[in-house]
């Protein structure tokens, strides 16, 4: 990071921004063509941080992810434009995480339950959810292993 005075390196509060935030977007790359999309997701912290996220079963991001299972994710809450007199006095207050890792397709049916009840939880704060057996079949849950993330307050 080009500024260090602006580097989160507190590990809780890079989880507070990711607790904080409504989506994550991952980037993965297609033969070297960028692809970026914004998805729901549930942040399991402990010894292998993990991000997971639900999709239908067919769509261009899974295409991608067979062929490369390298991924960015990207959170940012707390925006706040910052007005001036003049046009080069703006700028944008906010708080980022980034971070990357392998990105893959889940298919014990344990763990994808696990996935999906993380995701459920982030966004309600409750646990113990049952799912429509044809729905959750019809469901594929991805898993991101994180290997490295950063914060960022601006």
Not at 23 to 43: E, H, K, Q, W
Not at 119 to 142: P, Q
Request: glycine share 8%; aromatic share 10%; with cysteine.
């Amino acid at each position: 990071m080009r500024k260090k005075e602006r580097e989160i390196t507190d590990t809780d509060e890079i989880s507070s921004i990711i607790s904080h935030s409504d989506v994550c977007r991952i980037a993965l790359s297609d033969n070297n063509i960028p692809y970026i999309v914004t998805m729901n997701f549930g942040y399991q912290e402990g010894a292998g941080n993990r991000l997971y996220f639900h999709c239908a079963r067919e769509g261009k991001k899974l295409e991608i992810i067979r062929r490369n299972n390298y991924a960015c994710f990207e959170f940012d809450i707390d925006h706040q434009l910052n007005t001036g007199q003049n046009a080069c006095d703006f700028g944008m207050s906010y708080k980022s995480v980034v971070g990357w890792g392998k990105i893959k397709i889940i298919t014990d049916e344990e763990e994808k339950k696990s996935g999906l009840d993380c995701i459920m939880s982030h966004y309600s704060g409750r646990t113990g959810f049952s799912y429509n057996k044809a729905v959750f079949d019809k469901t594929i849950v991805l898993r991101l292993d994180i290997s490295e993330m950063k914060g960022k307050k601006a």
